[in-house]
């Protein structure tokens, strides 16, 4: 079992960063692919971006492709999102999620953390 936990939410103004954590317990997460996705209200929830291989190779959505960036600490056994030029429409609930699989849009994730709440104000 491993158990996800995401902090570093928040209200930001557009045009400003926030940064996520997920802190993992249980299992070491380099036993798996890693990944952020996220849920504005009243929309399915979207991927956002994947770590592969312990940080080795990482994937983004088109729409956050240039502005974030996953990253791992295998040490601290967290996985972060840093957000730069935040806009209005990153707005969401934003998750943390484990996969045995391959990361990605349409993968089956393992375990999940409870979100962490991200308002950008325009």
């Known amino acids: 079992q491993v158990q996800l936990v995401e902090s570093g939410g928040g209200l930001v103004q557009a045009g400003g960063s926030l940064r996520l954590s997920c802190a993992a317990s249980?299992?070491?997460?380099?036993?798996?692919?890693m990944a952020w996705l996220r849920q504005a209200p009243g929309k399915e929830r979207e991927f956002v971006a994947a770590?592969?291989?312990?940080?080795?190779?990482?994937s983004y959505a088109e729409s956050v492709k240039g502005r974030f960036t996953i990253s791992t600490d295998n040490v601290k056994n967290t996985v972060s999102l840093q957000m730069n030029s935040l806009k209005a429409e990153d707005t969401a609930v934003y998750y943390c999620?484990?996969?045995?699989?391959?990361?990605?849009?349409?993968?089956?994730?393992?375990?999940w953390g409870q979100g962490t709440q991200v308002t950008v104000s325009s």
């Open positions: 999620a484990a996969t045995s699989g391959v990361a990605g849009p349409t993968a089956r994730y393992d375990y």
């Open positions: 249980g299992r070491s997460l380099s036993n798996y692919d």
């Open positions: 770590t592969y291989w312990s940080g080795l190779r990482t």
